[in-house]
Structures are given as C-alpha cells and as structure tokens.
C-alpha cells in the first residue's frame, strides 16, 4: 500500500529536550516536505526538499532542521524545542518526474500531535 | 506571494442538502490545485486534483471545477450526509513553485441528520 508513514505520532516533551520526528514514504518520490498546522494560521511550510542532499526552507523554519540521506526517508529534528513548536505536524511526499492527470498530487502522512512544555 | 482564501470558514446544513464550498487564490500561475478532507486531529485524505489545463474534475458525489483565470475553485457536494462532516482544505501547486503547497484555512463542515 503507498502511504507516507510518522513517528511517533504523540509525543509530549519538555523545553530544550532535542526529538526527531520520522517520516518516511513508499512511492519512491523525490519530493518531501514537512508542514505544521495551527488554529487560526492554517498549515505552514517548515522545510522541503527536491531530492536526496537536497533541502530548502519553506515559510517558517526558524527552530528546525531536516536531512534527506535517503530518497524515502526526511526527519524533522527540533534541536531544543520550544512552547511555541507546540503544533500537529505533517510529512508530504509527491512524484516530480510523473507526468499525467495526477501529476504533482501529494500524498500526506498521519500526522505528529507534538506538546512542549 | 500565493494568498488562498476559503469561505465560508464554517457551514451548517441539514441532510441531504446540496452544498458549495469556495476556494480563491491570488496568483493564477498554478499547476494544479488540490482538494482536502480533515478529520478532527486527523490527516489530509486527497479528495480531487484538477490539473491547470483542466475545467472540472468528479469523484463520486463531489464535483470539483476550476477557473484559473479568474483565480477561483468549487467543490460541490451533492446529496450531503452527516458523514461528510469534516474540515475541507484547498491547496494550490504554484507553477515556480515545484511541489509546493499553499492552503487555505478551510471550511469546517456540519452536516445535520
């Protein structure tokens, strides 16, 4: 089954304690990105990337980082986490090589429901 | 900068009612655009994607159409059931933009039994 897969789901954590959250697809996608959503602001870019090595800020990466070694795989890693990282966070991955009806679709993961106290 | 605008931001309908929902963006560059179901603190189910070139596309009792010229989107849900309750998201790929999305902050929908 293709699917865009998160760990954990609900995490509770504690300021400045360093997490990451995992993500991973199966439909051998270049394209990755993380977004968060919040009441009131909807969802926000974090982080994406193009392909393996590649990486770029979307509209608010300030508090995170990201990696792509791996075509399947694209960690989100909060360094010293703060309230304000308090969010649901979401992993998307979709085909940049396909070319028809549903090309660029993108595919999203469960979610991350992440609490920093 | 892609602005995505949906409205109403919240809809209350009896059963069975037929319903629109409205998407507008700014930018009219885009390469597709996408729509969405929420569940509470759920994830995103894609519901349709219409495609620049395309004018409308149908999935069951959903019906999706596009006017890109003129920067809008609807999905209309026909024969609405209690089921059908969810928040509805729209996003747009800019054409400069790779895979990008920009949302909207959706419509948050109630349909009454």
């Known amino acids: 089954e293709a699917q865009v897969t998160q760990n954990p789901r609900y995490l509770i954590t504690v300021t400045g304690k360093k997490l990451t959250v995992t993500c991973s697809q199966n439909?051998?996608?270049?394209?990755m990105s993380w977004y968060r959503q919040d009441p009131g602001l909807g969802l926000r870019q974090i982080y994406y990337s193009m392909n393996v090595e590649v990486t770029d800020k979307g509209d608010v990466p300030e508090g995170y980082k990201v990696s792509r070694k791996e075509k399947r795989n694209f960690p989100l890693i909060l360094e010293s986490p703060s309230p304000n990282q308090t969010s649901l966070y979401f992993c998307a991955s979709s085909s940049t090589r396909y070319r028809g009806p549903r090309s660029y679709e993108q595919y999203f993961g469960p979610g991350t429901r992440l609490t920093v106290t | 900068k892609q602005e995505v605008t949906q409205i109403p931001a919240a809809l209350s309908v009896p059963e069975g009612e037929n319903l629109v929902l409205n998407c507008s963006f700014t930018d009219s560059a885009i390469y597709n655009l996408q729509w969405f179901r929420q569940d509470p603190g759920k994830g995103l189910t894609s519901l349709l994607l219409?495609?620049?070139?395309?004018r409308e596309q149908t999935s069951g009792r959903l019906n999706a159409s596009l006017d890109k010229s003129s920067g809008r989107s609807t999905l209309y849900i026909a024969a609405s059931q209690p089921g059908d309750s969810a928040t509805y998201l729209c996003?747009?790929?800019?054409?400069?933009?790779?895979?990008?999305?920009?949302f909207g902050e959706g419509t948050q929908l109630t349909v009454n039994p």
């Open positions: 439909m051998n996608h270049e394209y």
């Open positions: 996003a747009v790929v800019r054409e400069t933009s790779g895979s990008r999305l920009t």
């Open positions: 219409i495609q620049s070139s395309q």
